[in-house]
């Protein structure tokens, strides 16, 4: 399992990124598809998921700011990340698992910084 996460930099209080993470190495469409974050000095914690059927879910601290999605023609899982807040500062990691119960596969993390 491969996951290639991109999209992190440094961008400033209240703008925006997109991250993406394409999967290779699974049925990408068999898969719920996860992200996290790893703030400085703080333990990994889950941002949002979404389910093979597409049903999203997210972490109170970025609900109505973040949008999961998914492309199952590319093997891909996006994150848009709006109204970004310096507290968002974060290593970001994907993950892909077959039931939420797994602890799934990781890719390698992008880092998102932001300043105010």
């Known amino acids: 399992v491969q996951l290639q996460a991109s999209g992190g930099r440094s961008v400033q209080a209240g703008g925006s990124l997109r991250l993406s993470c394409a999967a290779s190495g699974i049925i990408f469409r068999n898969y719920i598809m996860v992200w996290y974050r790893q703030p400085p000095g703080q333990e990994r914690e889950l941002v949002a998921s979404?389910?093979?059927?597409?049903?999203?879910n997210y972490a109170d601290s970025v609900k109505g700011r973040f949008r999961i999605s998914r492309d199952n023609a590319v093997n891909t899982v996006y994150l848009q990340m709006n109204s970004l807040k310096p507290e968002d500062t974060a290593i970001y990691y994907c993950?892909?698992?077959?039931?939420?119960?797994?602890?799934?596969?990781w890719g390698q993390g992008t880092q998102v910084t932001v300043s105010s």
């Open positions: 979404i389910t093979t059927g597409g049903s999203p």
């Open positions: 993950n892909a698992k077959r039931t939420f119960r797994l602890p799934g596969d």
